[in-house]
Each structure stands twice: as structure tokens, then as C-alpha cells.
């Protein structure tokens, strides 16, 4: 059914760190390796040496700069699915397919349910959900539901295959409906916010904006002129003169 | 958003059957449209004819149209499939209706009911169109007071178009019906005037800034994560110049209201046959006016997945 379930158990989701992802693309790969022979098998990909490249990524980043009163700074952006609490991706499905687990949270596709609408993709303002044209219907992140339960991974591996991927702990998993989680403190520590929150559709997933800037000079720069230093006498007045 | 030519002409066609639909169920119905074999086949064929021929168009945008039969089970929630639903089981009092106004030309009792529940199926379904689109919150021209009025009254303007057009062309001349079509076109356009206007003057609370969660200042896009147009651009980046735009509109007022409005103007004081031809035309140039307009609906409408790729 693709009413929303009251409450969840457990509200599992990614954390992402926008002060220290670089851009690397090793969680999109990682991420496509994985899935492509995943749950939500195949990730086609259409012309892939050819002049019209397409293909279904759950997880693409984006590169922004980000200009304030401060300066500016170029900012890395993973973009996919937040799982959101009222994913109204699931709501307008017609026929099923699309759910979000009672146990989890995760927002799901029954690939065989699916008609190929499209009309999940038009009512998520993320555009985490990707068409794939060759089988005819929708696929999205599952946030490795097939790896973060898999007993047959060691421990240390079952989560999802972009948070094991990445270089810089950029990415981190775990219950954001549990406040003593690592992920919720993390959250909490850092102001970790929601993409689109006057949308209302209440992601789990958060993210970390980076870290204010500071105001040391960069070691490379050349040191800092010497102020000068208030006295008397004519350099003084001079100084005096010129400070008006 | 893409506008796929399967969803532009489902939801013109479906939106000016369900019209004729109705006006016959109410109409037909109370006996205010006299019942005539050929007349009535006709109409209904024309009505039926063009909701069949809108579903079927749906189907053409499904990835998997051979499961197109599991859309209706999810009414509780999804607009699309309780469209689904009320447009199914509209088809139960329109094929009552049919055969006892069409083939045993009567009027009163069960055809009277069924007529009326014609109506108000019809009605449901068109609603439950605008819905879908009205209900999507990420795409702010369609998420409006102004959506699901302009389906209702754009059905009604189509709808009672053909039914002047049918009924002209069977030499049955009504004053009252074609000063409603007049009335009806007037609404129409100052409907679409008013949304033009609306939508220009939209502002989204939604930027590249909440997209991004990154406060203050500009957010400029400065590289896509991938190098050809993907689904998403494809799907939702559809973007019409802004020439063009203001042409489609002056097409769309010029085809679908200007000028039906002038025919049946004229229809008034002409003769028959010249009042049926000008009838005729009316309808064909409206019915090619809207799908400009539903072309326009789709093309102009814009989704907040842009914002990450700076557009």
C-alpha cells in the first residue's frame, strides 16, 4: 500500500559532510558497481561509449560554488535519495510499487509492481529517482539494503557501498531517529540541515555545511606589514595625518 | 517538465470527452435533448470515442503498459490512480445511459439516473485529473488555486463546443446553448489570462540555497556530475524559449478562444447549414487550441530538481 506507515522503528539515513567531501565521484562509482548487480539490478547504462551517454545513477555530485560576504568556496554536493518521512514519491504511486518499510524507513520500488509512470519522479523536488528507460521502469537509492543486513559481510562492511567508498568520511550512516545515535550527535554537533525543508517532506538524510571560515591567513601568503606603531615626532603626526 | 505528446492529448482529449459526457448525461437525461438515434450514437460515439482514444494515449507514456491494470489499486492515496478508478466505472452509467437513450430512446427513470450519474462520474474523473498535477508540490505552476478550476472549466468549455457542434450539425439550433459556449469561452480565457499572470509573478520559496542547505549569499552551479543531459534533464529540465512562449500563447488565446468565440458569434445569426459549419469549426479550432495550451501547461512548468543544475 502507498500510504505512509505511521511511525517507523528505525529512521535509517546517510549524514553528509559538505565541509569535507571533495568531489572524488568514488561514492557515485561505488555506488553504481554496486547496484548494478544489486536489489534494484541492472543500473543500465545506454550508449556508454557513445555520443548520447545516459544511464541510472542513484547518487551524482555536484560541484557549486558558494559565494557569501565571507568570500567564496567551491562546495562538493552528493545528491540522492534522503528517504524522506512524507515521501510523497510513494503517496501518488498508483499501483504499490513505491513504499517506505515500517522497520526502517527505506524508501523502496517493487521493480515488478512498477508501471513506468514516472510520477514518483515528478512529485520528488530532489530528482533521486531515475527512469530506466531500457526495462521500463523507475529505480532509486535503496541505501544498500542488500549490503546493510547481509550477513555475509563482515560487519565493518554493512553499509551502504558510498559510506565504506569514501576517501574523506564524508559520509556517514546510521538511525537518525535514535538522538544518542553517532549520526544524530553528529548532526546535532554540527547543525546538520534539510535540503528544501519548506517543502515538507521531512528527509532523514542530513547534511553538514561546511565549517566557517576562518580568519588566519593562509600559510603560503607572505607575512602581514608590521603595523605601525604609534609614537611621537614628525613620523607620528605623519601617521597621525594619514590614519584621518 | 516535457511535454510528451501521449499526456498532452490524453488530457485535452479526455478533458473535452468527459465535457460532452456529461452535458448528454444531464441533458439527455432530463429529456432537454430529444432523443434521435443518430443524433445520440453519435455523441456518445464522439464522447467515448475521444476517452478512449485519451486512455489509450496514456498507456503510450508507461514504461510497462501491459501492468497498467495494477493503477487501480492504490486509490487511497494516489490521484492518478483514483483517475484511474472513477474513469473505469464512469463507463458503467455512460454504457446504461447509452443504450437506454441511443437504442430504446427513452428519457425518464433509470436513464434519467444513469444520465445524471454519467454526469457526476465524469466530473470525479476530470477533477481527479487536475489533481494529479495540482497535488505536486515540487512544481509551483502546477501546485495552485488556479489548476484544478482550469481542467473543470476548459471541460466544460470543450465539451459544450462539441455538443453546439454535434447538435448544429443535426440542424437543432439553441440560442441558450450557444450563448453558454460564449459564456464558457470568456471564462476559459480570462482563466488562462489570470493563471499567465499568476505564474509570471510567482515566487518560489524554493532556491539553489535550500536546495543545497547551504545559507546566505549565491549558489551557482559550476559543474554537472555528468557530461550528456541524464532521465532528470530530460524529464524535468524542459525548457522553452522565451519567444516562443509568448507566440504559443498568442496561438493558444487566437485558436482556442478568439476564434471559436467569433464563429459562434456569427453562428448566431447565420442560417443553417452556415451556422453548423461555423459550429463545426469552432470545436476544431478549440480542440487545436488546447493542445497548444496543454503543450504550453507542460513546457512552462518548471520543477525544483533545476535548481541543481543552475537552471
Redesign the interface.
Known amino acids: 500500500?502507498?500510504?505512509?506507515p505511521a511511525h517507523t522503528d528505525k529512521r535509517l539515513g546517510l549524514v553528509i559532510d559538505?565541509d569535507t567531501c571533495v568531489g572524488c565521484?568514488a561514492c557515485?562509482t561505488a555506488c553504481k558497481e554496486w547496484n548494478t548487480g544489486g536489489h534494484m539490478a541492472p543500473l543500465t547504462d545506454i550508449d556508454p561509449y557513445g555520443s548520447?551517454?545516459?544511464?541510472?545513477?542513484f547518487n551524482?555530485?555536484?560541484?557549486?560554488?558558494?559565494?557569501?560576504?565571507m568570500g567564496g568556496r567551491?562546495?562538493n554536493?552528493p545528491?540522492s535519495c534522503l528517504h524522506c518521512e512524507t515521501p510523497?514519491c510513494?503517496?501518488?504511486?498508483?499501483?504499490?510499487?513505491s513504499y517506505k518499510r515500517a522497520s526502517d524507513g527505506i524508501v523502496l520500488i517493487d521493480e515488478d509492481?512498477?508501471?513506468?509512470?514516472?510520477?514518483c519522479?515528478?512529485?520528488?523536488?530532489?530528482?533521486a529517482r531515475?527512469?530506466?528507460?531500457d526495462?521500463?521502469?523507475?529505480k532509486k537509492c535503496t541505501l544498500c539494503v542488500d549490503r546493510i543486513y547481509n550477513d555475509n559481510l563482515a560487519e565493518e562492511d554493512r553499509v551502504p557501498a558510498c559510506v565504506a567508498a569514501c576517501p574523506t568520511s564524508a559520509r556517514h550512516f546510521g538511525d537518525l531517529g535514535d538522538p544518542a545515535s553517532a549520526v544524530s550527535q553528529l548532526v546535532a554537533d554540527r547543525g546538520g540541515?534539510?535540503?528544501?525543508?519548506?517543502?515538507?517532506y521531512r528527509p532523514t538524510n542530513k547534511?553538514l555545511?561546511?565549517r566557517a571560515h576562518t580568519q588566519r591567513a593562509a600559510s603560503v601568503a607572505a607575512p602581514a606589514l608590521e603595523p605601525v606603531r604609534a609614537e611621537g615626532g614628525f613620523l607620528g603626526w605623519v601617521d597621525r595625518m594619514l590614519s584621518n | 517538465?516535457h511535454p510528451a505528446f501521449s499526456v498532452v492529448f490524453f488530457t485535452t482529449a479526455t478533458g473535452a470527452g468527459y465535457g460532452l459526457l456529461a452535458l448528454l448525461g444531464v441533458l439527455g437525461g432530463l429529456g432537454l435533448i430529444p432523443p434521435d438515434f443518430w443524433l445520440g450514437l453519435i455523441g456518445m460515439g464522439l464522447a467515448l470515442g475521444l476517452i478512449a482514444a485519451g486512455l489509450l494515449s496514456s498507456t503510450g507514456?508507461?514504461?510497462?503498459?501491459e501492468?497498467?491494470w495494477?493503477?487501480?489499486?492504490?486509490w487511497?492515496?494516489?490521484?492518478?490512480?483514483r483517475e484511474?478508478v472513477s474513469s473505469v466505472l464512469t463507463f458503467i452509467p455512460a454504457g446504461l445511459f447509452g443504450i437506454g437513450w441511443v437504442f430504446f430512446g427513452r428519457t425518464g427513470g433509470w436513464v434519467t439516473l444513469a444520465g445524471l450519474l454519467t454526469a457526476v462520474g465524469a466530473i470525479v474523473t476530470v477533477c481527479t485529473t487536475g489533481m494529479?498535477y495540482a497535488?505536486?508540490?515540487?512544481?509551483a505552476q502546477w501546485h495552485s488555486r488556479f489548476t484544478l478550476p482550469g481542467y473543470l472549466i476548459f471541460s466544460a468549455m470543450t465539451g459544450s463546443l462539441l455538443l453546439n457542434a454535434l447538435l448544429q450539425g443535426f440542424g437543432i439550433d439553441s440560442n441558450t446553448l450557444l450563448a453558454t459556449c460564449l459564456l464558457l469561452i470568456v471564462l476559459g480565457w480570462g482563466w488562462k489570462l489570470a493563471t499567465w499572470h499568476h505564474n509570471d509573478r510567482l515566487e518560489i520559496?524554493?532556491t539553489?540555497n535550500?536546495?543545497?542547505?547551504?545559507?546566505?549569499?549565491?549558489?551557482?552551479?559550476?559543474?554537472?556530475?555528468?557530461?550528456?543531459?541524464?532521465?532528470?534533464l530530460k524529464?524535468?529540465g524542459f525548457r522553452i524559449a522565451r519567444k516562443h512562449g509568448a507566440k504559443l500563447r498568442l496561438v493558444t488565446q487566437i485558436l482556442a478562444f478568439a476564434l471559436p468565440g467569433l464563429l459562434l458569434l456569427a453562428a448566431i445569426f447565420l442560417p443553417w447549414p452556415l451556422a453548423a459549419i461555423a459550429s463545426v469549426l469552432a470545436a476544431f479550432a478549440q480542440f487545436a487550441g488546447m493542445l497548444v495550451e496543454r503543450w504550453l501547461f507542460f513546457a512552462e512548468a518548471k520543477?525544483?530538481?533545476t535548481l541543481?543544475?543552475g537552471r
Open positions: 500500500m502507498t500510504c505512509l559538505l565521484q557515485v548520447n551517454v545516459d544511464g541510472v545513477w551524482r555530485v555536484h560541484s557549486y560554488e558558494h559565494t557569501t560576504e567551491t562546495v554536493f545528491r510523497a510513494v503517496t501518488v504511486c498508483p499501483t504499490g510499487a509492481k512498477c508501471i513506468g509512470c514516472k510520477l519522479s515528478w512529485a520528488c523536488p530532489y530528482g531515475e527512469f530506466d528507460t526495462v521500463g521502469v523507475m540541515v534539510d535540503l528544501m525543508p519548506e517543502m515538507g547534511y555545511p561546511p | 517538465m507514456h508507461l514504461g510497462r503498459p501492468r497498467a495494477r493503477a487501480f489499486s492504490q487511497r492515496s494516489s490521484w492518478l490512480s484511474g494529479i497535488s505536486l508540490k515540487p512544481i520559496p524554493t539553489a535550500t536546495a543545497t542547505g547551504l545559507a546566505g549569499g549565491t549558489v551557482r552551479s559550476l559543474e554537472w556530475p555528468h557530461t550528456e543531459e541524464n532521465y532528470l524529464e524535468m520543477h525544483t530538481v541543481y543544475y
